[in-house]
């Protein structure tokens, strides 16, 4: 069963670094188009980033992020590096996997056919 697992949430303040990380099983995450999204509490989730398949160069970011964030693949891997947390960087950030080697980036959810079961980023006042 293909499953994706992302981790590396917690708790920073503002001004701090986090770097989440997405994995998967069953299935190999290079022939994959990767997004980042996120959901704060009571928001639609959001799209934050996305890469494209691993050989496929190309990554986006939302404008509320750029500068910020960074989006790597490393071995197999997928991660977000985020510097400079803000409190509205708050949510639960999911980690999604789109099909086709040479997909374009997607911004909305629909795109994605797997996704891990989110990670906690809380980034107090």
């Known amino acids: 069963q293909p499953q994706l697992v992302d981790s590396g949430g917690g708790s920073v303040q503002p001004g701090g670094s986090l770097r989440l990380s997405c994995g998967a099983h069953?299935?190999?995450?290079?022939?994959?188009?990767i997004g980042w999204f996120r959901q704060a509490p009571g928001k639609a989730r959001e799209w934050v980033s996305c890469?494209?398949?691993?050989?496929?160069?190309g990554s986006s970011y939302a404008d509320s992020v750029k500068d910020r964030y960074t989006i790597l693949r490393d071995k197999g891997m997928a991660y977000l590096q985020m510097n400079t947390l803000k409190p509205e960087d708050t949510g639960i950030y999911y980690c999604?996997?789109?099909?086709?080697?040479?997909?374009?980036?997607?911004?909305?959810?629909?795109?994605?056919?797997?996704w891990g079961q989110g990670t906690q980023v809380a980034v107090p006042f």
């Open positions: 069953a299935f190999s995450l290079d022939y994959y188009v």
């Open positions: 890469s494209r398949s691993e050989g496929t160069p």
């Open positions: 999604a996997a789109r099909r086709g080697m040479y997909s374009a980036c997607a911004d909305t959810a629909e795109e994605y056919v797997y």
